[in-house]
């Protein structure tokens, strides 16, 4: 389902005026333990790429995230001549929708990434979609850029999974893959169109919800 037809369904069902006004509905973050396996501070600057559904809101929780540099909205695991928006939407390409983190890492590190992502920036246990957006290219899947990424995400999950603080098994995969910036208009959108019906409805809530969560994190 497109992101356009989401919308005004949206918006049929909570009331136009209401998502224009900004009105946000409830989300909580779910509680998890911290990574008991992360990948040490380096000086520079360093990045990693996550995929989670629809990059608006991926991109939106992680540009509040203190320490995080840039974010930039893109597509991961398929290849560059079908790395675009109208090849992506056909579910055939074997592209996710993902985002590239640039970040500090003395000032946050992977594995405080990885503890937001599965939290709230989304939901771990939908298999192939992420809310009312449905097929393989809004799967959960990281990214790792290093071996010691791969390694600290390969533990993290098994550490959730034992923890059992979801209400199901975690689908997340761990895979490889060449990350491509989306088209321009996709960059910021968030921030460019605060009224937009499906940033209202999905997007707000999860930003809100992390600043609740996460308040010394939040920037």
């Excluded at 992680?62 to 056909?90: I, L, M, P, R």
């Excluded at 246990?125 to 290093?146: C, H, K, M, V, W």
Aim: hydrophobic share 40%; aromatic share 10%.
């Amino acid at each position: 389902m497109t992101k356009t037809l989401i919308a005004t369904s949206a918006a049929a069902l909570f009331g136009f005026a209401a998502l224009q006004s900004g009105a946000a509905s409830a989300e909580r973050a779910v509680v998890i333990p911290a990574a008991a396996i992360d990948v040490p501070a380096t000086p520079g600057l360093q990045t990693t790429v996550l995929a989670g559904g629809c990059f608006w809101g991926m991109e939106a929780v992680f540009e509040h995230v203190k320490g995080v540099k840039s974010v930039t909205a893109g597509y991961a695991g398929g290849d560059a001549d079908t790395a675009n928006y109208g090849d992506v939407a056909t579910e055939r390409t074997g592209h996710a929708e993902a985002i590239r983190i640039s970040y500090d890492p003395r000032q946050v590190s992977y594995g405080t990434l990885l503890r937001v992502y599965f939290s709230i920036a989304h939901n771990p246990t939908e298999l192939n979609r992420q809310g009312p957006d449905s097929g393989p290219s809004y799967r959960s899947a990281i990214f790792a850029q290093t071996p010691q990424q791969a390694r600290a995400a390969k533990a993290y999950i098994a550490q959730l999974s034992a923890a059992h603080r979801f209400s199901g098994p975690i689908v997340t995969k761990l895979e490889t893959g060449k990350f491509y910036p989306a088209e321009a208009y996709h960059q910021d959108f968030y921030d460019k169109n605060p009224s937009h019906p499906y940033i209202v409805r999905w997007d707000k809530p999860k930003v809100a919800a992390f600043r609740a969560a996460f308040p010394t994190l939040a920037s």
